[in-house]
């Protein structure tokens, strides 16, 4: 598997593969499946691999790359672009680096290549819980936390940095203060939602749109019931007058696929 990369505006980022795998789920994944699951994924040739604190995901992951290395499947861990992510309890301040060494020790690697503000929420500092309670919620430093995530990418930790799931308002708020300003901004992107302004705000300003769930929205019920993008009888009439499956025509619409696209 081939894919193309983006170009991202921090000095020393690699680009990012068009194409990746993520690893978030609405219920809990056993370790031993995420890790096989994210080293087959390596072997069918996807070089992007998407993570995050939150989704308790990130021992297998690294120990999956590892493995890779091991097995000869890429030649080193540099060949792989991998992306974590900052959690709400986390977004203050004093508490972005050490996060982010968390994550590393997590990983077992000495830098990701990039790192993302989870959500523009900040809550008080404590352990992950889903859903998080309202009265947990505390105002959210953007400078402070900015500042400490511009640290990490400084520090050789992160070689790009930027956030996700944040409007033009927080981006404005984040670009008022920016030395190195965001070079990812990673949204729910599909058919359904096509984030038209963001994704123009985005542009103008040289932050790369990374789409999550572009096959369809994201479903934490664990249910798995619906999927407004898959079963969209227009998708299936242009796809079937193409010869194509409805994911096949939504990857023409670019995006980052949990699996993850970049435009």
Known sequence: MTAAAAALRS????????????????????????????????????RHLDTALMYGTERPLGEAVAEAVRRGLVASREEVFVTSKLWCTQCHPDLVLLALRETLQNLQMEYVDLYLIHWPVCMKPGAITWPAKREDAVPFDFEGVWRAMEECHRLGLARAIGVSNFTTKHLDKVLAVATIPPAVNQVELNPVWQQRTLRAYCAER???????????????????DGNAVLESEVLAEIAKARGKTVAQRRRRFGGLVHVTVTM
């Not at 680009?15 to 795998?21: E, Q, T």
């Not at 056993?30 to 699951?37: F, G, Q």
């Not at 932050?207 to 479903?219: E, F, T």
């Open 11 to 46: 000095g020393s980022a690699r680009p990012m593969p068009a194409v990746g795998m993520g690893t978030a789920s609405p219920t809990p994944v056993p370790h031993e499946d995420t890790r096989d699951a994210v080293l087959a994924a390596i072997e069918a040739g996807f």
């Open 206 to 224: 040289g932050i790369h749109v990374a789409a999550y769930s572009p096959l369809g929205g994201q479903d934490w019920s664990g249910s798995g």
